[in-house]
């Protein structure tokens, strides 16, 4: 390959003289699409978080988590290129990895960012048949379930992903997409109450804040229980608590593909 000069999805531009051979990944769900991508001999270092496939755990080098990464075990992994996010990982994470290689970061908020991402794999890595085919299969799956949603009742959702304190998914991320797409209006996407991505919440005021049919609890990162579904029963008019799978709404990649068949089923639930 001759030396080519890409952007990753914060406008930082990184100059490759060859192929990147050695990958270190920060991202579970950017993990999994490398793989997916054909990938898995060139991954050398990933997070304890990243658990599919499920063998990567006995088989790659784990440096740590997406927060607090071993920089040394990863130095010593000799990467051309860390996998990074926006949202994942901290901009002093970024900063210091970037003394030992590049680190591409990106940033995913809606499905055109993932289908770009996957296409600036595809020519980072030199897969682009199979960022292609992978493009394609999630195109196909998301036209098919948006016309199944059409004839579907809307409903207002609060989704949580965090308690003590309680916390759930504001507007301006990757859930929220998820959310809208299937037809539920997050109450906390333009709410004047509450601030950030990810606001703390207080329970007791949920019903002045929007009122959800229902409330959704995700299994990651925090893991529910029937005690807090109870608790925020106890706060709610009429709203009926679902437990929900939380790599299908917040993981982005070539998960989407097993996303949207999810959320066909989770349809069935409600109804």
């Known amino acids: 390959m001759t030396e080519k000069t890409l952007t990753d999805q914060i406008g930082t531009s990184h100059t490759f003289k060859s192929t990147p051979k050695r990958i270190v990944s920060l991202v579970p769900s950017l993990t999994e699409l490398l793989f997916d991508l054909g990938l898995e001999e060139q991954i050398v270092g990933i997070t304890k978080f990243c658990v599919h496939p499920f063998h990567f755990k006995s088989t790659k080098k784990i440096?740590?988590?997406?927060?607090?990464?071993?920089?040394?075990?990863?130095?010593l992994l000799q990467p051309d290129i860390i996998i990074a996010n926006k949202e994942e990982n901290?901009?002093?994470?970024?900063?210091?990895?970037?003394?030992?290689?590049?680190?591409?970061?990106?940033?995913?908020?809606?499905?055109?960012?993932?289908?770009?991402m996957i296409t600036d794999f595809g020519q980072l890595f030199n897969k682009r048949t199979e960022a292609q085919k992978w493009n394609d299969k999630i195109q196909f799956v998301q036209r098919d379930f948006q016309q199944f949603i059409q004839d579907q009742s809307s409903f207002k959702v609060a989704y949580f992903i965090w308690a003590n304190p309680y916390m759930v998914a504001g507007g301006d991320t990757f859930i929220n997409e998820m959310l809208r797409l299937n037809?539920?209006?997050?109450?906390?996407?333009?709410?004047?109450?509450?601030?950030?991505?990810?606001?703390?919440?207080?329970?007791?005021?949920?019903?002045?804040q929007g009122d959800p049919d229902l409330v959704l609890l995700s299994s990651e990162p925090f893991p529910f229980k029937d005690e807090h579904a109870?608790?925020?029963?106890?706060?709610?008019?009429?709203?009926?608590?679902?437990?929900?799978?939380?790599e299908m709404f917040s993981w982005y990649g070539s998960r989407l593909v097993k996303a949207f068949t999810y959320f066909k089923k989770l349809r069935d639930k409600l109804a």
Request: with cysteine.
């Open 230 to 246: 109870f608790e925020l029963g106890r706060f709610t008019h009429h709203a009926k608590t679902f437990f929900v799978d939380g």
């Open 183 to 208: 037809k539920f209006q997050n109450i906390y996407e333009n709410n004047p109450n509450v601030t950030g991505r990810y606001p703390e919440v207080e329970i007791k005021k949920i019903r002045l």
């Open 63 to 75: 440096i740590g988590g997406t927060k607090n990464v071993h920089v040394e075990k990863i130095r």
């Open 90 to 116: 901290t901009l002093e994470i970024v900063a210091q990895l970037a003394e030992i290689c590049p680190v591409w970061v990106t940033n995913i908020i809606t499905l055109e960012d993932n289908y770009q």
